[in-house]
């Protein structure tokens, strides 16, 4: 079943259930980790086509669904990482890259956001953070992944989050090796990044531009090394 029908039509129990299953279809193909669910809430412009990939409609049928999942995953052994911090669901249809999470009600912003306070309330071991900006709550239109306010302030100060925090950057387009992202992630405090596919020269001069901000001191190694 989809995460939407997983919502609708299923307790919390049942999706409980179903994983541990997932956990431990996992685990006999070797796999360790897995990317979700996503705790995004769709927002009203949010195309009909794309509704199954939600975990429902509101961020309580969200919390309903796609917490318990996650959950289960973890008490099995595998590390689920719940996506996209601080939610993606709003942001306007067929948008790539870098995104912006237009929304100047605060009250709006925190009903995107409710279902990662929820998984940090249920000690949900990793979250990966988007690349969307929130300009209402970062005023720099920094992405939510190397904003100091949404991983600092927000998740390891204010919600006191101690798990892992993995920095979106699967879509850093055709340059990587200009973007600012991989460095500006670790310095806004996230744990590791995620890189997308890119050619292996890519990957070294990624890497390369990390070693050289810490010699710069631009970056702690500490940071990093934690």
Not at 180 to 199: H, N, R, T
């Amino acid at each position: 079943p989809s995460p939407w029908e997983l919502s609708e039509k299923f307790s919390s129990d049942t999706v409980e259930n179903l994983g541990a299953q997932t956990a431990r279809a996992a685990e006999k193909a070797g796999v360790a980790m897995l990317l979700g669910p996503s705790l995004d809430v769709p927002g009203p412009d949010t195309p009909n086509e794309s509704k199954p990939y939600f975990f429902g409609s509101s961020a309580d049928s969200v919390i309903k669904s796609a917490i318990p999942l996650a959950r289960a995953l973890a008490k099995a052994g595998v590390l689920p990482v719940v996506m996209h911090y601080p939610g993606m669901g709003a942001v306007p249809p067929g948008a790539k890259g870098a995104q912006t999470l237009a929304e100047k009600d605060i009250n709006k912003i925190a009903e995107i956001m409710v279902p990662f306070a929820d998984a940090v309330a249920a000690d949900i071991p990793a979250i990966l953070a988007g690349r969307v900006a929130v300009p209402a709550i970062d005023p720099k239109g920094r992405p939510a992944c190397a904003s100091n306010v949404l991983i600092e302030d927000i998740l390891r100060h204010e919600w006191n989050y101690p798990g892992v925090i993995i920095a979106d950057l699967r879509d850093m387009g055709t340059e990587p090796c200009r973007s600012p992202l991989p460095v500006d992630s670790f310095k806004a405090g996230c744990d590791l990044v995620l890189l997308g596919k890119m050619a292996l020269t890519d990957v070294v001069c990624v890497l390369e531009g990390i070693a050289k901000a810490i010699d710069g001191q631009a970056l702690d190694a500490k940071v990093v090394a934690e």
